[in-house]
């Protein structure tokens, strides 16, 4: 079963217009840490926000917030005031306090944003 | 922010050598590295997790002995692709952190880009 799920293959929103990412997510464990990735053209991995499961408040940095729904086990991301930059590929990610020590990430399949002026 | 330097960006080579990409954490002591490999367009598989001075653990379907990988250092892991064929051409990425916990962000690697002719 997926441990992270994005439903929207691809998205399209107007600059400065506000868009929400989805993403749910499937775990067992109590200890458990959400993570937003940007994935430009260029191939790098941007860290946008995170959200731990014990957070009692919704995680939020500059234009980024993340929805966070633990009943629904959902950690939508919102980006306000879209700008042309926000353009790329877009990562849900979660670490979960049980897979050992490593705590391995799991990535969902992705969201790609498309801003238009 | 830390940094994940990654080496090379970008790498050609015939089919049948073997390339080497070095994944270095320049200011902090990365106990764990992942090396994922990402198709266009799609998420990153993870294909090894490695720690500092152990045998890395490989995810199912991923050759050992076509993905060398080698965690010497505190700072420095380095993933071989042994006798390269065309189909092992993808972008690789690595990834750093500190001792495992949930809230700890993964640092990127800026990534490889291996085309094997």
């Known amino acids: 079963a997926q441990k992270i799920t994005q439903t929207q293959p691809g998205m399209f929103v107007q600059e400065k217009e506000a868009v929400t990412l989805d993403c749910t997510y499937d775990?067992?464990?109590?200890?458990?840490?959400l993570f937003w990735y940007k994935q430009p053209s260029s191939g790098e991995m941007i860290f946008l926000i995170y959200q731990g499961s014990y957070d009692q408040q919704n995680a939020t940095e500059g234009r980024y917030s993340l929805n966070f729904q633990k009943a629904r086990k959902s950690a939508n991301l919102v980006i306000s005031a879209s700008q042309l930059g926000d353009s790329a590929m877009y990562f849900c990610a979660m670490r979960e306090g049980r897979t050992g020590g490593s705590y391995i990430p799991t990535f969902g399949r992705g969201t790609s944003l498309i801003v238009h002026p | 922010g830390a940094v994940v330097s990654q080496h090379p960006s970008r790498v050609i080579c015939k089919s049948g050598t073997s390339v080497k990409i070095e994944c270095r954490s320049l200011d902090f002591q990365a106990t764990t590295m992942f090396w994922y490999r990402q198709f266009p367009k799609q998420s990153l598989m993870l294909m090894a997790t490695?720690?500092?001075?152990?045998?890395?653990?490989?995810e199912q379907g991923v050759e050992k002995d076509k993905f060398l990988i080698n965690h010497a250092s505190l700072t420095l892991s380095t993933l071989t692709v042994t006798s390269a064929h065309p189909e092992d051409s993808s972008f690789y990425i690595c990834s750093a952190s500190t001792p495992g916990r949930v809230n700890e962000k993964l640092f990127f690697g800026s990534g490889t880009q291996l085309s094997v002719l």
């Open positions: 775990t067992s464990d109590p200890s458990y840490g």
């Open positions: 490695s720690n500092e001075g152990s045998k890395a653990t490989y």
